[in-house]
């Protein structure tokens, strides 16, 4: 079996700089709270909980006065305004892409456009997005897209669309052409260079596997993972890469979410080249 490692592939700069705000929190004496994942990613998660970190789903878990670290997916206003009722002392990791969506959004919404997000409703980044326009709808596909055609509250609006940063680049496009052809629109809508540029390596790729590290709650991991199309497994952590099976796989290609550590690559392309012993 032949493997070949995708470029790129490591951790995207709205990652690194998330870990590193987290890795230079002075702790105060108890726990640092963070809302949600930090990253979705499960080996990053379990080394930050080692250090002392809570992750909660909720401010209401979270004592008044505490250390709050926000999550690079984002935050919507009203998480902000009770962080700050709550007298929190916040942390804020949103990656600046995610914060450009956000302004996006907002700016879209305050011309009186009704905000079209295309996202997966129940991500936490679209459902921070989501609360910067009090009426904005969520669009996941094309499909829903032509759906959108037959919503009153769209009738007689200009559209004002954004996008989820890690959703399918073509999926993207499409579903703004879908509208475009529907409605007036402003558009705002693409996917960050990190999720672009890996799911342009994966389109690019000729072998006839893919193996994609990630966790199964990453989105960028689960975008690369439908985008091949063609014999793709998927693996979390060492384990999961030691379980799968690649016989009658001639021509691997490696690759990984944009919040898999380096080192579980490394380590998931050196127990790779065992197996053509
Ligand atoms: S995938 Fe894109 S939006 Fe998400 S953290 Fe990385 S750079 Fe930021």
Redesign the pocket.
Known sequence: MVTTTLVPHGF????RN?IKTALGIPFRGGNVYCLHEL?HNELVVEDLRKRGFLFVESLDEVPDGSQILFS??GVSPRIRAAARRKGLDVIDAT????ERVHLDARRFSGKGLKVVVIGKKDHVETIGILGEAPDAVVVGDPAEAMALADDPSCAGRTLGIVSQ??MNSDSVKRIVEILSERFPVETAAET????KERQDAVKAFRGDALLVLGSANSS?TKRLCEIFGAKTFRAADMDEVRSLDFSGVEHLGVTSG??TPEEFLSAAVAYLETLKN
């Open positions: 995207c700069a709205g990652v998330a990253v690079a997916h990656c600046p892409f995610v940063t890690t960050c260079n990190a999720t960028n944009a919040s």
